[in-house]
Nanobody, 117 residues
Framework: QVPLVESGGGLVQPGGSLRLSCAAS????????MGWYRQAPGKQRELVAT???????NYADYVKGRFTISRDNAKNTVYLQMNSLKPEDTAVYSC???????????WGQGTQVTVSS
């Protein structure tokens, strides 16, 4: 069973919006730290946002005020609402789940987000 499955990427014009979803399997427990990361061509992977089961949220400075991470524990799904998208947001976005005890990480396959006119 694939632990994390992302969806929702695509092509959008600058200023537009997209919503990414990350469906987690039952093996991903609700106490895991969930997050979104991105990697642009030729660049290292970088943090976008994280959320823990208690609701504490962390955003990278370059997405604050534009992106919103949320979590539906009933569906074991994490979302990333992206507004006011910029060309520099173009990247492969990957969902991450981290066991808070063992620090083991799980990754989704990634979904492409392209912001272009």
């Amino acid at each position: 069973q694939v632990p994390l499955v992302e969806s929702g990427g695509g092509l959008v014009q600058p200023g537009g919006s997209l919503r990414l979803s990350c469906a987690a399997s039952e093996s991903i427990r609700r106490n895991y730290v969930m997050g979104w990361y991105r990697q642009a061509p030729g660049k290292q992977r970088e943090l976008v946002a994280t959320i823990i089961s208690g609701g504490s949220i962390n955003y990278a400075d370059y997405v604050k005020g534009r992106f919103t991470i949320s979590r539906d524990n009933a569906k074991n799904t994490v979302y990333l609402q992206m507004n006011s998208l910029k060309p520099e947001d173009t990247a492969v976005y990957s969902c991450n789940a981290r066991n808070p005890i063992t620090k083991v990480n799980f990754w989704g396959q990634g979904t492409q987000v392209t912001v272009s006119s």
